[in-house]
């Protein structure tokens, strides 16, 4: 999700309305399937009911929220966007614009910038829904907000950059449970049916029992921004959000969360400790790393490899691995034996001329959108709070290992006082120095 090109399957006709056909994927049989629902997954829809029309406010503006967007509003009939938060001005004109050429405006009087932009987006009455999509040191406070206003809420993942920020996350999510406040994350692979219909394959015994398992997200850089003239700290750093830790959490939260949490998914649980390294050897602004190795013991002889890294001209790959007594699988769409030889394969739709296509119908994108929708609209409800600030905690967990080059355990960094990020959140020059993490230096986890 680094950029819209991303989410860039719907045309100007989808946002009227997307009619989607039904994902009637057929699958070869390996072990009995039970129901979704029994397993807590999310349902796999063909659009989100009909109901009471829901209006959106979008809270963070950028690629990311403008896309996240544009899911909701084609995710099924009678929703709309109807209010823009941002801090700054020319991002708010930008989405305006974009929204203006589908021809569903958005009025300026609802329109908010600056840093509290947010709490005047969330005091207008007319919005049901929230969509979250800030650099994710925001979440927590964004979140707590949205929830005080009572407004059912997406969020983009991940959901906080430290310690102090996932226990808000878990809080919160709790509060919205107590009342009825729907909430869905944008970890989208638990919303994609490869992934669904592969970890019903695991949950019923096709690999047997878990011994290991691995993860990767390995890519070029994606973006920087330089220093322009006029820019003071704070602007400079979140118009460079991606780069900063105290804002985006470091790429191993940004991205590689989306990774843990399957390896935290499929196993059922979050590991007890970690140990690993990390260092920077290309990036040209900021405080992050360009690489992460890290060792998630799991427990009772379980341990998951999970690495990253963001450099360009380097051999990049995405994925997960998960390996068994019996067997061996990607978690998305296939399963081995131990000898190599494919046992089971997830059967993607036909083409209208009846050949084999290797994608889904409908994007986990917008499945994650209609499963909100169908939630608040139908009363199954849905919170995903918590457990995508457990996977955003394990990120943490790992990124700290890196950061200190000392083992962390669970218990350390769930109850650790870190606290990233300035004071103070204003426009204007920061008092802080922000130097890339050396392991073996003293430092409070």
Not at 159 to 178: C, E, F, L, N, Y
Not at 384 to 389: F, G, P, S, V, Y
Request: with cysteine.
């Amino acid at each position: 999700m680094q950029n819209i090109d991303r989410r860039k399957f719907i045309g100007k006709t989808a946002l009227a309305g997307l009619a989607i056909a039904g994902a009637g994927a057929m699958m070869t049989a390996c072990i009995k399937k039970p129901a979704n629902e029994a397993l807590g997954l999310p349902p796999i829809l063909r659009g989100a009911p009909k109901g009471k029309k829901l209006r959106a406010g979008l809270v963070g503006v950028g690629a990311r929220g403008t896309g996240a967007a544009i899911n909701f509003i084609s995710s099924g009939p009678d929703l709309e966007i109807i209010a823009l938060a941002d801090v700054f001005q020319d991002k708010i004109d930008a989405c305006r614009e974009r929204f203006a050429s589908f021809k569903l405006p958005i009025p300026a009087e609802n329109c908010f910038t600056g840093f509290d932009g947010y709490k005047k987006l969330m005091a207008l009455p007319d919005v049901d829904v929230v969509i979250l999509a800030t650099p994710c040191k925001f979440r927590p406070e964004h979140f707590l907000e949205a929830v005080n206003t009572n407004k059912h809420v997406f969020m983009e993942k991940p959901v906080a950059v430290d310690p102090v920020g996932i226990r808000s996350i878990i809080a919160t999510g709790k509060k919205a449970a107590a009342i009825g406040l729907c909430v869905v994350t944008g970890t989208q692979r638990r919303h994609q049916e490869d992934y669904i219909e592969t970890y019903k394959q695991v949950v019923g015994g096709a690999i047997g029992k878990v011994t290991s398992a691995k993860a990767y997200w390995n890519q070029d850089h994606v973006w920087f921004r330089e220093r322009e003239k006029g820019w003071d700290d704070m602007t400079y750093m979140i118009r460079n959000w991606n780069n900063f830790c105290w804002l985006c959490g470091d790429f191993i939260l940004d991205t590689h969360v989306h990774n843990i949490d399957v390896i935290n998914w499929f196993l059922g649980k979050h590991p007890e400790k970690a140990i690993g390294y990390g260092g920077r050897a290309r990036r040209v602004t900021g405080d992050q790393y360009d690489f992460f190795s890290i060792d998630f013991d799991y427990g009772l002889g379980v341990s998951s490899h999970s690495m990253c890294r963001e450099i360009d001209s380097c051999a990049n790959t995405t994925g997960e691995l998960i390996i068994g007594t019996e067997g061996y699988t990607n978690c998305n769409n296939k399963i081995w034996d131990l000898n190599g030889k494919l046992r089971w394969e997830f059967e993607y739709p036909k083409d209208e001329n009846g050949n084999q296509t290797q994608t889904i119908k409908i994007p986990a994108y917008v499945q994650e959108h209609m499963h909100l929708v169908q939630a608040i609209r139908t009363g199954k409800y849905v919170n995903e709070a918590e457990q995508t600030a457990i996977s955003t905690l394990t990120a943490i967990m790992g990124r700290t290992a890196a950061y200190t080059g000392r083992t962390v355990s669970w218990d350390d960094i769930f109850k650790s006082d870190m606290d990233l990020g300035p004071r103070k959140i204003e426009f204007g020059p920061v008092d802080m120095v922000f130097e890339t993490p050396v392991p073996g230096t003293p430092v409070a986890i």
